[in-house]
Structures are given as C-alpha cells and as structure tokens.
C-alpha cells in the first residue's frame, strides 16, 4: 500500500460521531473516518454481537480491548485478544466476528 495525497491530521475519535451498526445479534458502533481511498475505523461489538454478514473486505484489525472470534468461511476460527491483530486482504477469505463479552477494534481498509 502508498499513501499520498493525506496531510498530518490528529483525531479525537471521541468526537466521531457514532453510527450502529445491528449483527444477526447485538450491535457494531462505527466511529469512521475516510482517507481517499483509506477507511480507518473504531469500532465496538456488544456482548452477544454476531455480524449479520460474511466480509470478503480486506482490512488491518487490531484488538484495543476484550475478545473476540474471527470465523472463516472454511470453519476456522480465531481468538484474538488485547494487543493482537490480523490481516485479510480483499477477496482472500471470507470471514466474520463474534464476540461474547464486546471488544473494541481499531480498523484500517
């Protein structure tokens, strides 16, 4: 990946507004802001949150706080946690998260 074209900017995701987001159960909370080409977002799953879809987007997924699960279409599952990340690029693997206890991503697509 380049990056060009995106002066220096400081973010106060605090001040994002929040959109939600419903899974098959609970909810996501996005806090997103866009770079050309470049979506960089907080985002929050409930406890019980089940996404309502398989993602075929790549995305750079760092774990802030709690766990959660990374289902792979093929039936293989992840356990991340606080300080672990992952990487999927478009297309490779289809993939989708749950998480019991809520968890909250940093995440660059």
């Not at 929040?18 to 080409?37: C, I, L």
């Not at 309502?52 to 790549?58: A, E, I, T, V, Y």
């Not at 289902?71 to 749950?98: C, I, P």
């Amino acid at each position: 990946m380049q990056i060009t074209g995106i002066p220096f900017g400081v973010i106060d995701w605090s001040t994002i507004e929040p959109v939600e987001y419903p899974g098959t159960t609970g909810n996501a909370v996005w806090r997103t802001r866009e770079f050309g080409g470049i979506r960089a977002r907080m985002v929050e799953y409930s406890p019980g949150y089940l996404a309502d879809h398989w993602c075929s987007k790549g995305h750079v997924v760092l774990v802030l706080e709690g766990e959660f699960e990374s289902e792979l279409a093929d039936g293989r599952k992840f356990r991340l946690t606080a300080g672990m990340s992952y990487q999927v690029a478009d297309n490779a693997e289809a993939h989708r998260s749950f998480t019991a206890t809520g968890v909250k991503l940093f995440i660059v697509d």
